[in-house]
């Protein structure tokens, strides 16, 4: 199902529609009272963006607890901004929410952090399982002396990439492509039992002891492609990522990195969904505020 920015505007026409939808999807119409413990019905407050019990005046804050609260960006501005998010291929760059919100391009990057900060958090569900492909790629900086392949890596931030056939991807900033960096990470994200293609680096060795069916194509060999042993959908989506970074957000410094990852994450592992159902996702995923 599409959901169109005409549709946004029908669904939130104002900042009290966002409030109330807040309030609806993190506590529900009626619950019981954090103070009085009864069954209780809340009502708006006419001058707060809070919700009071209509037995003893308890105030419930629907923004408490998500990125919204403490911020004077109108409510409606971010939900806005979040759909933005979900419409778009490759991220947002703080100029374009600069220009769609007209905000400073001070909040508008705000905005875009606290966004990524917020996916980057959701739960990450099962681990990855059946065929899993894994590469380390090197993102930003700058080539030393125009050097290419594993040691010319100053400046430039280093990502290990695990990713399902077919399936879905997990990403993670390394700070070296050492053994006991690279695979915590693959034991966290990858179930054990499962296929996992490599190239030849020795970082990967250990897998078959560490309860993996490891494959290794020889890449100096020039051995690319060996039956259903490749690297190739993980190599596919380095080339796709770095053209988005590049063509989005210019510069990601290595401090920001995970977050930009995450989200790529997210909206890979959400391709197959449609933006609406993305949308849902993320403006209904704040966790339940009922300890408030
Ligand atoms: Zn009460």
Redesign the pocket.
């Given at each position: 199902m599409k959901f169109t920015v005409k549709d946004f505007f029908k669904q939130f026409p104002d900042d009290d529609a966002c409030l109330e939808h807040l309030m609806e999807t993190r506590f529900g119409k009626s619950f019981e009272?954090?103070?009085?413990?009864?069954e209780?019905k809340f009502h708006r407050l006419a001058n707060l963006p809070a919700y009071s019990?209509?037995?003893?005046?308890?105030h419930i804050h629907p923004m408490v607890g998500t990125p919204f609260a403490k911020s004077r960006t109108p409510l409606q501005l971010w939900f806005y901004a979040i759909f933005l998010f979900t419409t778009s291929k490759h991220g947002v760059p703080a100029k374009e929410l600069q220009r769609q919100l007209g905000i400073t391009y001070k909040t508008a990057w705000r905005i875009g952090h606290e966004i990524r900060k917020y996916i980057s958090g959701k739960d990450n569900e099962e681990p990855l399982s059946g065929h899993v492909e894994i590469d380390e790629t090197y993102v930003g900086g700058k080539l030393k002396g125009g050097k290419r392949g594993r040691g010319a890596a100053e400046n430039k931030t280093i990502v290990l990439g695990m990713m399902e056939r077919d399936g879905r991807i997990a990403l993670e900033v390394v700070d070296t492509v050492r053994q006991d960096e690279v695979l915590p990470h693959i034991i966290d994200h990858v179930k054990e039992g499962a296929t996992i293609s490599t190239d030849e680096n020795r970082t990967y060795h250990p897998l078959t002891k560490l309860g993996y069916k490891h494959e290794k194509v020889q890449h100096n060999e020039g051995e690319w492609v060996r039956g259903e042993v490749h690297t190739n959908n993980i190599e596919s989506f380095w080339n796709i990522f770095k053209r988005s970074v590049k063509s989005t957000h210019v510069h990601v410094s290595k401090q920001h990195m995970q977050k930009y990852l995450d989200e790529f994450e997210y909206r890979f592992n959400m391709r197959k969904e449609t933006h609406g159902h993305m949308f849902d996702d993320l403006i209904n995923g704040f966790a339940a505020g009922r300890d408030d």
């Amino acid at each position: 199902m599409k959901f169109t920015v005409k549709d946004f505007f029908k669904q939130f026409p104002d900042d009290d529609a966002c409030l109330e939808h807040l309030m609806e999807t993190r506590f529900g119409k009626s619950f019981e009272c954090p103070k009085c413990a009864k069954e209780s019905k809340f009502h708006r407050l006419a001058n707060l963006p809070a919700y009071s019990c209509q037995y003893c005046g308890h105030h419930i804050h629907p923004m408490v607890g998500t990125p919204f609260a403490k911020s004077r960006t109108p409510l409606q501005l971010w939900f806005y901004a979040i759909f933005l998010f979900t419409t778009s291929k490759h991220g947002v760059p703080a100029k374009e929410l600069q220009r769609q919100l007209g905000i400073t391009y001070k909040t508008a990057w705000r905005i875009g952090h606290e966004i990524r900060k917020y996916i980057s958090g959701k739960d990450n569900e099962e681990p990855l399982s059946g065929h899993v492909e894994i590469d380390e790629t090197y993102v930003g900086g700058k080539l030393k002396g125009g050097k290419r392949g594993r040691g010319a890596a100053e400046n430039k931030t280093i990502v290990l990439g695990m990713m399902e056939r077919d399936g879905r991807i997990a990403l993670e900033v390394v700070d070296t492509v050492r053994q006991d960096e690279v695979l915590p990470h693959i034991i966290d994200h990858v179930k054990e039992g499962a296929t996992i293609s490599t190239d030849e680096n020795r970082t990967y060795h250990p897998l078959t002891k560490l309860g993996y069916k490891h494959e290794k194509v020889q890449h100096n060999e020039g051995e690319w492609v060996r039956g259903e042993v490749h690297t190739n959908n993980i190599e596919s989506f380095w080339n796709i990522f770095k053209r988005s970074v590049k063509s989005t957000h210019v510069h990601v410094s290595k401090q920001h990195m995970q977050k930009y990852l995450d989200e790529f994450e997210y909206r890979f592992n959400m391709r197959k969904e449609t933006h609406g159902h993305m949308f849902d996702d993320l403006i209904n995923g704040f966790a339940a505020g009922r300890d408030d």
